[in-house]
């Protein structure tokens, strides 16, 4: 069995490599050709370039970029069509994987995309391209599945890795693994994984989190960054700060901070949805340039941007957009979840609906779906 496969980012490399261990446990003879990131390779997966060759960071990226990129993609169509796969699977970035789907569809490779695109969000149209290039489609959440279904596109359900592997864990068990004091208030400050991300809401969560200690003697800070870069900008903002004892920096561990915190602040992305599946009861905050704003802003079809908001029935996590973003907005915000002890608990109950209904063995349903196409019988 040859599978060709592309993934763009550690996220997608972390579930292609779930991905691949699966279907080498069924299928051992399976050949793995692409682009991989170091645990699909470690899989054994041939990765033609590095992982990092595609990825674009926002429209300044793209322009940088955008030559060498395209000619990345023209060069891996030449190299599967002499491969010939028995299926091609895109992992995320779609903007880079649906143009080459669609091409490999019409030589007659068939396609799988896993993680749908946000087209139920925003740029619906799309759909259109999407019905083209993709055999078959696996969403991580339900309610991407039925927007497939009502599009008349082959789409499975498997459910997201994240909720099979998440380890619950008490407050005071996460506060020991990870060295912190037991005792007093704990608020987990997650301002995002990129530089971007860092460079607009880093300074805003700190200052946010000192305002916090001006009503609260008791309350320290657990910051989890997830690479040395961040970690080095991050205690920079903090070694600014009169109250720099109440600020503590680990390498990454993100998990571990949402367990040990009363309340999460965070930027929108995996940090919200992994909060959501550890019930840590969160506010979330999403800034990003102008002219990214305003793309989003006129051609979305959504009220809300994390996605906890999007898979209650009701939305409850706080989110602060753009220009509200703000010291005095983000820490009243945390603040009601500190001191409102029903509040806290009623997200807590809420958030404990989501593990549920996303823990249904991502890795062995995508596996089916590929094995199955791969060979045939789908």
Same mark, same amino acid.
């Given at each position: 069995?040859?599978?060709?496969?592309?993934?763009?980012?550690?996220?997608?490399?972390?579930?292609?490599?779930?991905?691949?261990?699966?279907?080498?446990?069924?299928?051992?003879?399976?050949?793995?050709?692409?682009?991989?990131?170091?645990?699909?390779?470690?899989?054994?997966? +041939?990765?033609?370039?590095?992982?990092?060759?595609?990825?674009?960071?926002?429209?300044?990226?793209?322009?940088?970029? @955008?030559?060498?990129?395209?000619?990345?993609?023209?060069?891996?169509?030449?190299?599967?069509?002499?491969?010939?796969?028995?299926?091609?699977?895109?992992?995320?970035?779609?903007?880079?994987?649906?143009?080459?789907?669609?091409?490999?569809?019409?030589?007659?490779?068939?396609?799988?995309?896993?993680?749908?695109?946000?087209?139920?969000?925003?740029?619906?149209?799309?759909?259109?391209?999407?019905?083209?290039?993709?055999?078959?489609?696996?969403?991580?959440?339900?309610?991407?599945?039925?927007?497939?279904?009502?599009?008349?596109?082959?789409?499975?359900?498997?459910?997201?890795?994240? =909720?099979?592997?998440?380890?619950?864990?008490?407050?005071?068990? =996460?506060?020991?693994?990870?060295?912190?004091?037991?005792?007093?208030?704990?608020?987990?400050?997650?301002?995002?994984?990129?530089?971007?991300?860092?460079?607009?809401?880093?300074?805003?969560?700190?200052?946010?989190?000192?305002? @916090?200690?001006?009503?609260?003697?008791?309350?320290?800070?657990?910051?989890?960054?997830?690479? &040395?870069?961040?970690?080095?900008?991050?205690?920079?903002?903090?070694?600014?700060?009169?109250?720099?004892?109440?600020?503590?920096?680990?390498?990454?561990?993100?998990?571990?901070?949402?367990?040990?915190?009363?309340? =999460?602040?965070? =930027?929108?992305?995996?940090?919200?949805?992994?909060?959501?599946?550890?019930?840590? &009861?969160?506010?979330?905050? /999403?800034?990003?340039?102008?002219?990214?704003?305003?793309?989003?802003?006129?051609?979305?079809?959504?009220?809300?941007?994390?996605?906890?908001?999007?898979?209650? +029935?009701? &939305?409850?996590?706080?989110?602060?957009?753009?220009?509200?973003?703000?010291?005095?907005?983000?820490?009243?915000?945390?603040?009601? /979840?500190?001191?409102?002890?029903?509040?806290?608990?009623?997200?807590?109950? +809420?958030?404990?609906?989501?593990?549920?209904?996303?823990?249904?063995?991502?890795?062995?349903?995508?596996?089916?779906?590929?094995?199955?196409?791969?060979?045939?019988?789908?």
């Amino acid at each position: 069995m040859k599978i060709a496969l592309v993934a763009g980012e550690t996220s997608g490399d972390i579930l292609g490599a779930g991905l691949l261990e699966r279907i080498r446990a069924l299928r051992p003879d399976a050949e793995f050709l692409g682009i991989a990131g170091p645990r699909m390779s470690g899989e054994g997966t +041939e990765s033609l370039y590095p992982m990092d060759s595609i990825s674009i960071m926002g429209l300044d990226g793209l322009v940088q970029n @955008l030559r060498s990129i395209l000619a990345i993609r023209t060069d891996l169509f030449d190299k599967f069509t002499r491969f010939k796969p028995d299926v091609f699977v895109g992992i995320d970035v779609p903007d880079f994987n649906l143009t080459l789907e669609h091409r490999l569809r019409k030589s007659g490779i068939p396609t799988v995309h896993y993680v749908s695109p946000t087209v139920w969000a925003w740029r619906r149209y799309r759909i259109h391209k999407i019905r083209k290039a993709v055999s078959h489609m696996l969403t991580l959440f339900p309610f991407e599945e039925q927007f497939y279904q009502a599009h008349d596109i082959p789409v499975t359900l498997t459910g997201h890795p994240l =909720a099979d592997r998440i380890t619950p864990l008490s407050k005071q068990a =996460a506060r020991q693994s990870l060295g912190l004091p037991v005792d007093g208030r704990w608020v987990a400050l997650l301002p995002g994984s990129r530089g971007s991300e860092i460079s607009r809401l880093g300074q805003p969560f700190i200052d946010a989190a000192c305002l @916090l200690c001006s009503t609260h003697h008791d309350i320290r800070f657990v910051i989890p960054c997830a690479t &040395p870069r961040i970690f080095d900008t991050m205690k920079k903002l903090v070694e600014r700060q009169p109250l720099v004892d109440r600020f503590t920096l680990i390498h990454g561990n993100a998990q571990l901070a949402l367990q040990s915190a009363d309340v =999460a602040l965070l =930027a929108s992305g995996t940090a919200a949805l992994e909060a959501a599946l550890l019930c840590t &009861p969160m506010v979330v905050a /999403y800034r990003v340039s102008l002219t990214s704003y305003l793309m989003v802003k006129f051609s979305t079809r959504v009220e809300h941007y994390s996605m906890p908001n999007h898979l209650l +029935e009701q &939305p409850i996590v706080p989110e602060f957009i753009q220009q509200r973003v703000t010291p005095e907005n983000l820490s009243a915000a945390v603040n009601e /979840y500190l001191v409102n002890e029903k509040a806290n608990a009623d997200m807590r109950a +809420e958030l404990s609906k989501i593990r549920g209904a996303l823990a249904l063995g991502a890795d062995a349903r995508a596996a089916e779906v590929v094995i199955n196409i791969a060979e045939g019988r789908l």
